[in-house]
């Protein structure tokens, strides 16, 4: 019997210690930290790695990651400058930097940076019609997290950055900015088709002004062309009597000419009177017909006084 019972002291004394072994030993996994009190009363914070606790005596109170917390900022109501309401919400990114702050800083560390953003984004809205507060998210964003991050230093908190997800006005506003947006749209289009259809006529415009300037240009050539040929034509023609009247010049004051003539001439003169009592009912005849020598005298004359022999 007595065996048998330090036996079982003896056990329960081998389970004892394992127990023992096991409350005083601690390991802390990487990117987190674990606060430890003693008797109540903070002692130490734990980072990653193998560490030992008097059982009984030291516990550990609080535990924290130091990883980098997404926490969903729930859906609020807030109103803007032009008394409009619209339903926000959000999502915050914040890292424990003093475990022993964010143990004892605040009762509930979530709730905390929850209200305060919510707060600090209410306050916000307010400064801004829902038309400017639909264009300055990244400055609502920038000031929510400015003002977070100076009061959770007392918490042992940062805060990192803060996201608008959704701005939802009422459905009466939402059917008021889609009108909007629809006629702006076809404002847009009418305004795109009147420029269309402006350069349209400028360019038909300045097509009929190249096309006339081009016309003229031509018509101007071509005047121009048919001037010159008929100026061409005309030293040609005068050219070709010039030389003809030289020729029949020559022609005169070689011998023999003046007799050749003479009897042109006389052949001509008769010639024209004949053809002169064909026409009509008149017939015409000289005076000294009788005389045909006279006539042809007078008409030789002529031409010896265009001589230049004579």
Same mark, same amino acid.
């Given at each position: ?116 953003? @919510?707060?600090?984004?209410?306050? $916000?809205? !307010? #400064?801004? &019609?829902?038309?400017?507060?639909? /264009?300055?998210?990244? *400055? ?59 350069? @349209?006529?400028?360019?038909?415009? $300045?097509? !009929? #002004?190249? &096309?006339?300037?081009?016309?003229? /240009?031509?018509?101007? *050539? ?89």
């Amino acid at each position: 019997m007595i065996i048998t019972g330090g036996l079982i002291f003896s056990a329960v004394l081998a389970v004892f210690v394992i127990i023992l072994l096991v409350l005083s030993i601690r390991v802390v996994p990487q990117q987190a930290v674990f606060v430890v009190e003693r008797l109540g009363r903070y002692r130490d914070s734990l980072l990653a790695g193998l560490h030992i606790l008097i059982p009984f005596v030291d516990r550990i109170a609080y535990r924290h990651t130091l990883k980098e917390i997404p926490y969903d900022v729930r859906p609020q109501t807030c109103i803007t400058q032009d008394n409009t309401q619209v339903k926000i919400d959000g999502i915050l990114y914040f890292q424990v930097t003093d475990p022993r702050q964010a143990s004892y800083g605040t009762s509930n560390l979530e709730q905390a940076i929850e209200q305060l953003a @919510k707060t600090t984004l209410r306050s $916000e809205v !307010g #400064k801004r &019609a829902l038309d400017r507060l639909l /264009e300055d998210r990244e *400055t609502i964003n920038r000031s929510v997290v400015a003002v977070l991050d100076e009061a959770c230093v007392t918490w042992g908190v940062k805060v990192l950055r803060y996201e608008i997800k959704d701005i939802l006005p009422p459905e009466s506003v939402l059917r008021s900015m889609q009108l909007q947006i629809t006629a702006e749209r076809e404002k847009r289009a009418k305004i795109a088709e009147s420029e269309g259809e402006r350069q @349209k006529e400028i360019n038909l415009a $300045e097509g !009929g #002004k190249q &096309a006339a300037i081009a016309a003229s /240009e031509g018509s101007m *050539t071509a005047a121009i062309n048919q001037a010159k040929g008929q100026a061409e034509s005309m030293r040609m023609v005068a050219q070709a009597t010039a030389q003809a009247i030289e020729m029949v010049a020559k022609a005169i004051s070689a011998p023999g000419g003046i007799e050749a003539v003479n009897l042109k001439v006389a052949e001509q003169y008769v010639a024209a009177f004949a053809n002169m009592a064909k026409q009509g009912n008149t017939l015409i005849v000289p005076g000294n017909m009788a005389d045909i020598s006279s006539l042809v005298a007078s008409a030789l004359k002529v031409v010896q006084a265009t001589n230049p022999k004579n």
